[in-house]
Each structure stands twice: as structure tokens, then as C-alpha cells.
């Protein structure tokens, strides 16, 4: 990964904890854009999550968010559990509790965050 596209994630990846999806999914979308290997699929997976969550957040659309987290889990299931300095594995095991809790109709108490080394 080239320094500029690390430091567009590490953007990205602050936005999304601070829970500014939209903007998180706009850093994403330039950095998937940009990029033409096989990490494509690592951004298009952690911007569905952002996607789900602003769903979530701003629009309580519990369906739309559960669509989203299901494509992340498809995209990122592809990686193994740490990549890039990333904990996908962990990221997955939440998405999938929160998830669970979505469709019992059950607000999630917390969000994750996402840690980058």
C-alpha cells in the first residue's frame, strides 16, 4: 500500500471512530476508486460498513444496515484475520453480534471501532 493510501485510510479509519460514516465512506470510495488490486475488495468491504452504520445512525434503517454489514462480511471474509495492521477478524465477530441484534429489532449499545497499527 503506497504511504498516500495509508494515510487516506488512517483518515478514513479516524472518521469511523469518531462515527462520521459519511465522511469515512467518502475516503473509502476515493481510496477503492484509486486502487486496482486485490485490496479493492478490504475498502469496499469496510465502506459497506460505514454505509451500514450511517443507515443506522442517521436513518435508523435497520434492514439497509443489515444488507450493508452482510456485503462487508462477504468482502472481508476474503482476508485473513489481521491485514494491513488491521484486526478484521475481530471486526467481523462484531459486525456479526451487532448484526444479530438488528434483526432481534435491538439497538446495538455500541458501535465498533476500528484500530489500525
Not at 66 to 83: D, N, S, V, W, Y
Request: proline letters at 3%.
Amino acid at each position: 500500500m503506497s504511504d498516500y493510501n495509508r494515510s487516506r485510510l488512517i483518515t478514513a479509519i479516524n472518521k469511523f471512530n469518531q462515527k462520521d460514516f459519511f465522511e469515512c465512506h467518502e475516503i473509502l470510495e476515493d481510496i477503492w476508486f484509486d486502487v486496482r488490486d486485490s485490496s479493492r475488495d478490504l475498502y469496499q468491504g469496510l465502506l459497506h460498513i460505514a454505509v451500514g452504520f450511517y443507515h443506522l445512525t442517521k436513518k435508523n434503517n435497520f434492514k439497509g444496515t443489515i444488507i450493508q454489514l452482510t456485503k462487508a462480511e462477504e468482502r472481508l471474509g476474503k482476508f485473513p484475520g489481521e491485514f494491513q495492521g488491521m484486526d478484521l477478524a475481530k471486526l467481523l465477530k462484531q459486525i456479526k453480534s451487532i448484526k444479530k441484534k438488528l434483526i432481534k429489532k435491538e439497538v446495538p449499545k455500541r458501535l465498533p471501532k476500528i484500530e489500525i497499527q
